[in-house]
């Protein structure tokens, strides 16, 4: 969880938050979808938004936190120019798709969901991207890169400013 202290919201961010949540109804049985309302709203999960929504509904910030951070589909932090996809599926992975993982973690310094400090890459895992023949395979932005080695991460990175 962070740790952080919340930034202070403006006036207009607690309009739009208002508004979202208005616009749904039974809105504690329908966390999972405020949060994708708020996310297509600023591009990403704030926590001061995600704090904001928890009061706003009676629950809970580890609640809203947990379920942010369990599904793949929401970015907490704001998304990089690029998106690095790591395929996770189960005919990547018997091909090393963990090593993958890895070493690209370790290259940007973040993790799965993670952005990098300089906004250039957001990172995540993904389920089968339905060319398993080429496993282990990757996507960053639109372009598919199959078959690929640790070794090659640097050069494939290095093409993305
Ligand atoms: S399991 Fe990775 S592309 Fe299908």
Not at 122 to 149: H, N, Q
Request: aromatic share 6%.
């Amino acid at each position: 969880m962070s740790g952080t202290k919340p930034k202070e919201l403006s006036w207009e961010e607690k309009r739009m938050l208002d508004m979202i949540i208005d616009s749904v109804e039974d809105t504690k049985h329908q966390k999972l979808l405020l949060l994708q309302l708020i996310q297509k709203e600023y591009n990403s999960l704030r926590d001061e938004h995600m704090r904001y929504l928890a009061k706003s509904i009676g629950t809970s910030y580890s609640d809203i936190y947990g379920i942010a951070t369990f599904y793949a589909q929401f970015n907490l932090s704001p998304p990089g120019r690029h998106t690095i996809s790591v395929c996770m599926g189960t005919g990547c992975h018997v091909k090393g798709s963990k090593r993958i993982l890895e070493k690209i973690q370790g290259n940007l310094g973040i993790k799965v969901n993670g952005t990098t400090k300089d906004g250039r890459f957001s990172l995540k895992s993904v389920r089968c991207l339905g060319c398993c023949g080429l496993a282990p395979v990757i996507m960053i932005d639109d372009e598919t890169f199959g078959r690929v080695r640790s070794s090659q991460i640097d050069s494939i990175l290095e093409k993305f400013e």
